[in-house]
């Protein structure tokens, strides 16, 4: 990637690192909320017998939860990067390209770390 700095604001970029700090704490808060919900569960039934149909239901909401917290972690990860490209002054350019991040794009997703071609690629590819 080039070593270049951001096109946006000081003002535009200090209004996102704030909104990215409430986000981060939003995600994890969340965690937090159901990690305490599954503890209180547990302690309440134990290990209760149960009938096939709560064990299957449990495991399918289990999986759910599971696949929450991967996107809340990849999220989270991304925000942590944002911040750090705040920090270093390319908040705004693409990790891949170097290329400026629209502003519209930004807005919608403060955490976007690539361009929205970028990601349809990287989305592509998974």
Known sequence: ??????PLSRDFIEQQRKRLEALRAQVLGGEETATASRRAFQEV????????????????QEEVRQ?????????????ERALQKIADGTYGL???SGKPIPKARLEATPEALLTIEEERGREGNR
């Open 94 to 96: 693409s990790d891949i």
């Open 67 to 79: 696949a929450q917290h991967d996107v809340d972690d990849r999220r989270v990860s991304d925000i």
């Open 45 to 60: 039934h134990g290990d209760e017998a149960g009938e096939f149909e709560d064990v299957a239901q449990d495991l399918a």
């Open 1 to 6: 990637m080039p070593d270049q700095q951001s």
